[in-house]
T-cell receptor, first 112, second 112 residues
Framework: DGGITQSPKYLFRKEGQNVTLSCEQN?????MYWYRQDPGQGLRLIYY???????QKGDIAEGYSVSREKKESFPLTVTSAQKNPTAFYLC???????????FGDGTRLSIL | QQQVKQSPQSLIVQKGGISIINCAYE??????FPWYQQFPGKGPALLIA?????SEKKEGRFTISFNKSAKQFSLHIMDSQPGDSATYFC???????????FGTGTKLQVIP
């Protein structure tokens, strides 16, 4: 089954804890993105990566980190420095520079 | 200048009616304008997209109208159905592997 797989669907974080959200794709798309969605604010870009071993900060990168060791995988770590991590996190991929972005089904992160 | 302004915030339409959602942008470097449909608990799904060299694009019941001089574009949903009830996001991108700037979303409810 092809597509973008985000896991887990729900995640809970304790104070002072780092958590990692998974995003895997088998579409062979070059670029991958992480967005954060909050009610009434649309989607905001956290990080993106055009190729393996390279990534750029988006508009709200503080308190987050990423890696891109494989083309298929782009995990996002929400660190304890992110003081307001409760949100719906969406991963997207893009096949080539003139194609649209396609989204996974998201991970909802909450604070315990 | 990077914003995309979307209205209305919510919309209730009778089954069979026309749903209209409007967006405006300021950045003239934007050259790709997708619309996404999102159901609760799911990621946004690409609905239809347009480039500024075209004034209108139609796919089934969905039509994008684009006014380059006014820097406005809109989504029309003809013969609206209860299954169309979702949140719709307009978006804009300025070429290549760039972030997509999203509007704040319109929650559409189609009532029988």
């Amino acid at each position: 089954d092809g597509g973008i797989t985000q896991s887990p669907k729900y995640l809970f974080r304790k104070e002072g804890q780092n958590v990692t959200l998974s995003c895997e794709q088998n579409l062979n798309h070059d670029a991958m993105y992480w967005y954060r969605q909050d009610p009434g604010q649309g989607l905001r870009l956290i990080y993106y990566s055009q190729i393996v071993n390279d990534f750029q900060k988006g508009d709200i990168a503080e308190g987050y980190s990423v890696s891109r060791e494989k083309k298929e995988s782009f995990p996002l770590t929400v660190t304890s420095a992110q003081k307001n991590p409760t949100a719906f996190y969406l991963c997207a991929t893009q096949e080539t520079s003139d194609q649209p972005q396609h989204f996974g089904d998201g991970t909802r992160l909450s604070i315990l | 200048q990077q914003q995309v302004k979307q209205s209305p915030q919510s919309l209730i339409v009778q089954k069979g009616g026309i749903s209209i959602i409007n967006c405006a942008y300021e950045n003239t470097a934007f050259d790709y304008f997708p619309w996404y449909q999102q159901f609760p608990g799911k990621g946004p799904a690409l609905l239809i997209a347009i480039r500024p060299d075209v004034s209108e694009k139609k796919e089934g019941r969905f039509t994008i109208s684009f006014n380059k001089s006014a820097k406005q574009f809109s989504l029309h949903i003809m013969d609206s159905q209860p299954g169309d009830s979702a949140t719709y996001f307009c978006a804009a991108r300025s070429g290549g592997y760039q972030k997509v700037t999203f509007g704040t979303g319109t929650k559409l409810q189609v009532i029988p």
